[in-house]
T-cell receptor, first 111, second 114 residues
């Protein structure tokens, strides 16, 4: 079992719709969770971080964390073609100091 | 947000050559990382450093080596490049003492070994 798991996709979403991405992790002591966006051929860029159970909103993005169920999700509202990218879930384990990345979910927003 | 730089951005080199990939950051971050990523594949941590004179191997075995003589500089060296080293190499940094491990990435170096 991978430490951080994501559905590889592609997740095809019509323009204007909500894209929902999920991530599960195995280290129950994990404290910090991140979503990165990576365009093809580019480096990852941080979209959001979340540390507490519940929802965190930033513009069109909402991160949701449920530590009891060991999952974190990302919602992209009003999806735009420019949102087409691979989204990486990253988890900082209980030991701290390193991130473990999931394999990423490729999102394709169709006009 | 960190300013983190990598050079060269692209490198095509023959088998057996020694290469050094440069990574520098201007934010005074203590922690620095090297990741390897093949196209469409996962990020793999190959080296990391928590500060000057501190280096550790990552989760993915790598034939490369690193050094950390200065806080802002974290070069990666391949003594003898092979075609299997062809990949994208990403450098990242983060700040110590923060609540969470927010890493910022450089633009990457694409390496092609012929």
């Amino acid at each position: 079992q991978k430490e951080v798991e994501q559905n590889s996709g592609p997740l095809s979403v019509p323009e204007g719709a909500i894209a929902s991405l999920n991530c599960t992790y195995s280290d129950r002591g994990s404290q910090s969770f991140f979503w990165y966006r990576q365009y093809s051929g580019k480096s990852p860029e941080l979209i959001m971080s979340i540390y507490s159970n519940g929802d965190k909103e930033d513009g069109r993005f909402t991160a949701q964390l449920n530590k009891a169920s060991q999952y974190v999700s990302l919602l992209i509202r009003d999806s735009q073609p420019s949102d087409s990218a691979t989204y990486l879930c990253a988890v900082e384990g209980a030991a701290g100091n390193k991130l473990t990345f999931g394999g990423g979910t490729r999102v394709l927003v169709k006009p | 947000e960190a300013d983190i730089y990598q050079t060269p951005r692209y490198l095509v080199i023959g088998t057996g050559k020694k290469i050094t990939l440069e990574c520098s950051q201007t934010m005074g971050h203590d922690k620095m990382y090297w990741y390897q990523q093949d196209p469409g594949m996962e990020l793999h941590l190959i080296h990391y450093s928590y500060g000057v004179n501190s280096t550790e191997k990552g989760d993915l075995s790598s034939e490369s080596t690193v050094s950390r003589i200065r806080t802002e500089h974290f070069p990666l060296t391949l003594e003898s490049a092979r075609p299997s080293h062809t990949s994208q190499y990403l450098c990242a940094s983060s700040e110590s003492g923060r609540v969470a491990e927010t890493q910022y990435f450089g633009p990457g170096t694409r390496l092609l070994v012929l």
